[in-house]
């Protein structure tokens, strides 16, 4: 009896570990299967809008969406992405980055695997049976699938590369070239956010907004910022908010009138925008319930295009800010407005969105991503452009 008994433990623990080898073959190819559907929506968007940007060949992933501690994986390593401190790492002969579902499956040298995995709740380890919360991440985040839509991995891919760039300080263009946020890329983020159902991640950074500007050019008091302070406030909070009695008394700064006309003239981007910054103080006005008494001025202005919430029909032809290479968040935004589809992505599984040579960025705090992107001026993800990509494609619905 005791010989049987022995006997059939010994069946019991073989069929298990047969059973978790098959299991985790079965997961491995289910991974490049899953890997190879993500490629053929990305081959396919690529055809259908603008091509493919050349990226520097960089494997890497982000964790943190959200208000959640950054994580960096990279060959074998999980870092925390601020402090550069190794967090775990694994002797690896195999790597297999998803980016379409928030994971890496790392194959160990030692025959073991590890699933390096993100969700609603938080970011997480599974290893030989266990699960366990990276800490500092476990928080909320809304993660839609994006079924109903035509291009549902790419959009998981750019909200990702959104929230992933929401620090405690606000939300960046790309948290390691840039220390500060930006109202223009917050405000554009905001709108995808409003859309997902995320705007915790960003609402304790806007309730303790107190200046107009951001400064973040040169220090320039650039005049579309007021527009975009005000829309910003409108999402969390209402019009006794200390920034809103701020901003209206500096509109008058950049009043101008042309033919019984009043709008507001400054500089954004080192250069004068009326249109563009006309249609932002007017959207920011209306998001308050503001009194609003301009009208945007029917003058060409390269910036015009890139806002295309509202107001398309003072649109006067001209020479469009389009740029497609360094900052392709401008031609994404103009195709938006002009309902056209000339704009490209990163021709890498991830990232998706860049942004190079800009005046302000400090590219040295990229170096631990890649001593490339550095050397190049690049930083990828970006989220004004993957905010302008993802917002132009909740227009594209599965049909």
Not at 33 to 56: C, M, N, V
Not at 162 to 191: E, H, I, Q
Not at 254 to 274: C, M, N, T, W, Y
Request: overall charge neutral; hydrophobic content about 40%; proline content about 5%.
């Amino acid at each position: 009896m005791r010989a049987l008994t022995r006997f059939l433990l010994l069946a019991a623990t073989l069929l298990a570990a047969t059973a978790t080898i098959a299991a985790e073959r079965e997961r491995a190819v289910s991974s490049q299967e899953r890997l190879a559907r993500y490629r053929t929506e990305l081959d396919q968007f690529r055809r259908d809008f603008g091509g493919a940007h050349d990226l520097p060949d960089q494997k890497f992933f982000l964790f943190g969406m959200g208000l959640r501690t950054k994580l960096l994986y990279k060959s074998g390593a999980l870092l925390n992405a601020q402090s550069r401190q190794i967090i775990y790492q694994w002797d690896v002969s195999d790597e297999i980055i998803l980016p379409s579902e928030y994971s890496v499956v790392l194959r160990t040298k030692g025959g073991g695997e590890v699933r390096l995995v993100e969700d609603e709740n938080g970011v997480w380890i599974e290893e030989g049976g266990k699960r366990v919360a990276i800490p500092g991440t476990p928080a909320p985040a809304r993660l839609p699938n994006f079924a109903e839509f035509k291009y549902p991995a790419v959009m998981r891919v750019l909200h990702q590369e959104l929230l992933v760039n929401v620090t405690t300080n606000g939300p960046s263009p790309n948290f390691f070239v840039y220390s500060k946020p930006w109202y223009r890329d917050g405000a554009m983020m905001a709108l995808a956010f409003k859309q997902t159902g995320n705007l915790d991640c960003i609402r304790d950074w806007i309730l303790g907004l107190r200046e107009p500007y951001d400064r973040n050019n040169g220090g320039e008091t650039e005049a579309d910022n007021l527009g975009q302070a005000l829309y910003l406030v409108s999402l969390v909070s209402n019009t006794n908010h200390p920034l809103v009695a701020k901003v209206l008394a500096e509109i008058p700064k950049f009043e101008q009138k042309l033919d019984g006309v009043k709008f507001i003239k400054g500089r954004s981007d080192f250069a004068e925008h009326p249109a563009y910054q006309t249609k932002w103080l007017k959207f920011g006005l209306r998001a308050l319930g503001l009194p609003d008494g301009y009208t945007v001025p029917r003058i060409a202005d390269g910036y015009s295009a890139l806002f295309w919430m509202d107001f398309k029909d003072t649109y006067v032809p001209g020479k469009d800010s389009d740029d497609r290479g360094n900052y392709p968040y401008l031609g994404w935004a103009c195709d938006h407005f002009h309902g056209a589809k000339k704009s490209p992505i990163g021709n890498r599984d991830y990232p998706l969105t860049w942004e190079a040579k800009a005046s302000q960025a400090h590219y040295d705090g990229i170096k631990i991503v890649s001593e490339e992107y550095a050397k190049a001026k690049l930083a990828a993800p970006h989220t004004w452009h993957a905010a302008e990509v993802f917002l132009y494609l909740l227009e594209q619905r599965a049909k």
